[in-house]
């Protein structure tokens, strides 16, 4: 699939009732995870799992829905449990994290190595690079000394995210709920 009618078929799903319902409920799972499966590690690094959901999202319906679904989530999590001051960067950052998952997974059934591959993307361009800079630029340290503890970090994320989303397909494609989520065209 060409990348504009993945982008056209993308931004046409918010227009079921059934994909807004699916993003509702991912919503709150989201929110869910937020709240009782994440972990503070000092100031500048969080381990959890509320990107799952989002993921979920990005897969079933796009690029498109999925960067305004990201967009949408970091200012509803925001709102709910604010965690320091609200900075745009990080909106802008949940856009591209969606924008890239969902244009890449988006009408496939992600194998083990795209899984890989697109959250490697993710990792070094959004978590380690966009998120850097704007840690850096909230607090004024040096974007190369708060690289090197986030990297780390991030690259002992990669698998364990890559292979729990990994399983969350397969146990979503084995269910039959997707067929659920949105008229198949």
């Known amino acids: 699939m060409k990348i504009k009618e993945n982008l056209s078929s993308s931004a046409r799903e918010l227009r079921d009732l059934r994909v807004l319902t ?29 990107a799952l959901p989002n993921q979920i999202v990005d897969w079933l319906f796009g690029g498109v829905t999925g960067a305004l679904f990201g967009g949408v ?29 969902g244009v890449s997974y988006y009408k ?16 070094l361009v959004v978590n380690a690079g966009m998120n850097t800079l704007w840690i850096s630029m909230m607090t004024g340290k040096a974007f190369t000394i708060l690289l090197a503890s986030r990297f780390v970090k991030e690259i002992v994320d990669l698998p364990v995210q890559a292979a729990l989303f990994f399983l969350l397909v397969q146990i979503v494609e084995r269910s039959g709920v997707k067929k659920y989520t949105h008229t198949q065209k």
């Open 108 to 123: 496939k059934t992600p194998s083990l190595w795209r899984i890989l591959a697109t959250k490697a993307v993710v990792t």
């Open 73 to 101: 989530m970091d200012i509803v999590k925001f709102i709910i449990k604010p965690t320091g001051a609200f900075f745009p960067g990080y909106t802008l950052s949940a856009i591209v994290a969606g924008f890239i998952y």
């Open 22 to 50: 699916t993003c509702a409920v991912m919503a709150a799972l989201a929110v869910a995870l937020d709240f009782v499966a994440s972990i503070q590690i000092g100031d500048y690094l969080k381990i959890g799992f509320a």
